[in-house]
């Protein structure tokens, strides 16, 4: 196998994973004495021959030989671009000791403290649900209770002041359109009088229901709830005190609504 060294240009012949022998020598001004030699079991071949001529002459002597044919074990260095800094991609790295060994590195080995294959993060997993389950119970918070609690004791007021006045009272709840105004009106034309009727109209903005009442032959008051979606206790309360009903029947109608009307004792 041939590769490039990338920073000179030079192409060498790699066999089983060890850089092969040169077939030119390097000649100094001066001489580097070593007491070991290297003998290599490949040859560099060029498609040209070329001598380094320099001021001075350098043997390399040493007192052992390299004779490994198998790359040496180690930690694989090099890589593409970002597998390590200033590093070129797939570059040719020694690795260990021994014969050079060129081991390109996948982009899995990465700068951790230490090269080792780089495992990514699992990504979070949500915790199971029972689906099976079912709803669970609610919980009222402590505020809601308080309010509520104010609003029943104002309601018990009201059962004991229309008790003591010989009233009866109906609260009349449903969705917006239903009919509930259109019902009272019957109501108030079929008694023709026999029995006499009051009415407590709950609206957001509007005194349309109430001009209605009216009409059919029943005093009403308007209450006027604003962006309330309900009657509450204390309204109907003073809806009592300004209409003064005796003797006979208190129909209230509520504000179109089937959630909020529900929770609020009158």
Do not use: Y
């Amino acid at each position: 196998m041939r590769v490039v060294n990338p920073e000179t240009g030079e192409s060498v012949t790699v066999s089983s994973g060890v850089l092969a022998g040169h077939d030119h020598d390097h000649h100094h001004g001066h001489d580097h004495h070593h007491d070991h030699d290297h003998h290599h079991d490949h040859d560099h071949h060029h498609g040209h021959d070329h001598q380094h001529h320099h001021g001075h002459d350098h043997h390399h002597h040493h007192g052992h030989d390299h004779q490994n044919n198998a790359p040496q074990a180690g930690l694989p260095f090099g890589g593409p671009w970002g597998a390590m800094p200033g590093m070129p991609p797939w570059a040719p790295t020694p690795v260990a000791q021994g014969p050079i060994t060129w081991i390109p590195v996948p982009t899995a080995w990465l700068w951790q403290g230490g090269f080792q294959p780089f495992q990514p993060p699992a990504p979070p997993q949500a915790a199971p649900q029972d689906l099976r389950a079912g709803p669970r119970p609610t919980q009222v918070v402590q505020l809601e209770q308080a309010v509520l609690s104010k609003n029943d004791n104002l309601a018990t007021r009201n059962r004991a002041e229309l008790k003591a006045r010989g009233v009866s009272a109906l609260n009349l709840m449903s969705s917006p359109g239903a009919g509930k105004t259109t019902l009272l009106v019957r109501t108030i034309q079929d008694l023709g009088g026999e029995l006499p009727v009051f009415v407590l109209e709950g609206d957001q903005e509007t005194v349309f229901d109430a001009d209605r009442i009216r009409a059919a032959g029943a005093r009403a008051i308007q209450i006027n709830t604003g962006k309330g979606c309900h009657l509450e206790a204390d309204m109907v309360a003073q809806g009592i005190e300004a209409l003064d009903p005796r003797q006979g029947l208190l129909l209230i109608e509520n504000v179109g609504n089937l959630v909020c009307p529900a929770l609020f004792d009158l």
